[in-house]
């Protein structure tokens, strides 16, 4: 296991740490402390190992490369990072967010952002594998919360996160339970997407051709774990959105995945499909099992009167929806106090989220922050779906399930978004593996082609087959 690596699929733990030790002024050296690992490699795999080792010089080469072919979607990128940015600074000025907080989410971000592209972006001898290290990640996350909820820790952001309610599935299944709040969680539902997140990859990584036994029955093992949770935070959307993603994109032969490059045109739409698809099911009477209320499903659990509300501001035009109301941006638009009360009077405003990425993001980034977003995620999709070069498809056809669930799991919640770190976390690793696997499709491309006035012109083949990576 390379260094990398390992900051890869135990990062995510390690920046949750702060939610469970010390104090609140403690909580901020630990967080800026977990930053360490990340920058360790940055500075190995950019400025330690280039300076030592021709090899690695040369890596460094191509990775510029890769940027300067790629380099409309890099600058999106960037653009979408600096709006992320942007909004956080504009918080702090508008005294709605305070300094050291903010100052520990801008590093926290751009340093995971960073950390991506020099992982995924420079070409190594052991090339990180993105899905089986999000799946680890993933894994790693929910096995230590579950340790210890089991232990007894509640952890010192539970009454931040606190959402009183009945655990409707695990009630279906004849166990009477609250929903369970996960101390290293920065959310009840965010924890329960994060488990979708890892039941996908465990699905796709179970029934992985000529995976090792080793493979599947560390795929099984997280996608019990993942499941355990799910029925614990009561999250419903991310056990089906999972299911269906992972059993699609399974069987799908890799010709249909080219369908998931329209994806980000539809997800503005998709609120009001979720909309008439619970008013139909809520006339289901099997579906009292899994119901929290009789206007549960016919208002999306409230869902409906939230994204009401966001869209109500949005229909009266304004100046300062272009680029959005910054961070926290459905407290500083107001449209939380529409909402609010289905949350109960003792829960904190600023917690709460528009329960849609697209909404949130537009509140936060304004309409060029969203359409940044659609673009970006559009972009790589696209270029996902148009690997040609078979080795290279079933890594593809793992990052595209990873982004589909984001996207979807987005309709119902601020999934991928900074209110959710765990699925944030994915979400900007996948960005970088997304650009680096489309630039390795470019040089494969490249490479096969025969070569012109004796010149070889491929890049160094660094990388290794994926049949010797781990996982």
């Avoid at 600074?89 to 950390?115: G, H, K, Q, S, Y």
């Avoid at 009561?234 to 799908?252: E, K, N, P, W, Y």
Wanted: overall charge positive.
């Amino acid at each position: 296991m390379t260094f990398e690596f390992a900051v890869t699929i135990f990062g995510l733990t390690i920046l949750q740490l702060p939610l469970v030790l010390g104090s609140e002024s403690g909580r901020i050296l630990i967080s800026m402390a977990a930053l360490i690992p990340f920058w360790l490699v940055i500075a190995q795999k950019v400025v330690i190992a280039p300076a030592i080792s021709r090899r690695s010089k040369t890596a460094v080469v191509i990775a510029a490369q890769r940027v300067r072919r790629q380099w409309p979607l890099i600058l999106i990128i960037a653009a979408f990072a600096i709006l992320i940015s942007v909004a956080i600074v504009r918080a702090l000025f508008a005294e709605r967010i305070e300094f050291r907080p903010a100052v520990v989410d801008l590093a926290t971000w751009n340093t995971v952002m960073l950390f991506g592209a020099v992982v995924f972006l420079i070409p190594s001898r052991r090339p990180v594998p993105f899905v089986p290290a999000i799946a680890l990640s993933l894994g790693i996350f929910l096995i230590v919360n579950v340790l210890l909820v089991v232990a007894g820790y509640t952890g010192v952001a539970s009454d931040a996160q606190q959402l009183i309610g009945r655990a409707e599935m695990l009630a279906g299944l004849g166990i009477d339970s609250e929903r369970i709040v996960f101390p290293m969680a920065s959310g009840i539902n965010a924890i329960g997407l994060a488990a979708g997140a890892c039941l996908v990859c465990s699905m796709l990584l179970a029934t992985r051709p000529n995976a090792r036994a080793a493979t599947r029955s560390l795929a099984f093992l997280f996608a019990a774990v993942s499941i355990g949770v799910i029925l614990g935070s009561d999250t419903r959307s991310a056990f089906v959105f999972a299911l269906v993603i992972g059993g699609t994109m399974a069987a799908a032969p890799f010709r249909w995945l080219a369908v998931a490059r329209w994806l980000p045109v539809t997800l503005p739409l998709l609120p009001f499909v979720v909309i008439g698809v619970g008013l139909w099911l809520s006339h289901a009477d099997v579906l009292f099992l899994i119901s929290r209320g009789s206007q549960d499903f016919a208002t999306a659990n409230g869902r409906a009167v939230i994204w009401g509300s966001v869209l109500g501001e949005l229909s009266h035009f304004s100046t300062v929806h272009i680029f959005g109301f910054g961070y926290l941006g459905a407290t500083a638009s107001g449209v939380v106090h529409h909402f609010s009360y289905l949350f109960g009077k003792s829960y904190d405003e600023n917690a709460l989220t528009a329960h849609n990425t697209v909404l949130q993001y537009t509140l936060d980034i304004g309409y060029i922050g969203a359409l940044l977003f659609l673009v970006m995620c559009g972009a790589i999709l696209s270029g996902l779906a148009r690997v040609s070069v078979p080795a290279l498809q079933l890594r593809a056809r793992l990052q595209i399930a990873v982004l589909l669930f984001l996207l979807i799991a987005g309709t119902t919640e601020a999934c991928a978004t900074i209110y959710e770190p765990e699925t944030f976390y994915v979400l900007l690793l996948a960005l970088a593996a997304g650009v680096g696997l489309i630039c390795e499709q470019r040089e494969a491309l490249t490479a096969s082609r025969p070569r012109e006035s004796g010149m070889d012109s491929r890049p160094v083949a660094l990388s290794v087959p994926a049949h010797v990576a781990p996982f």
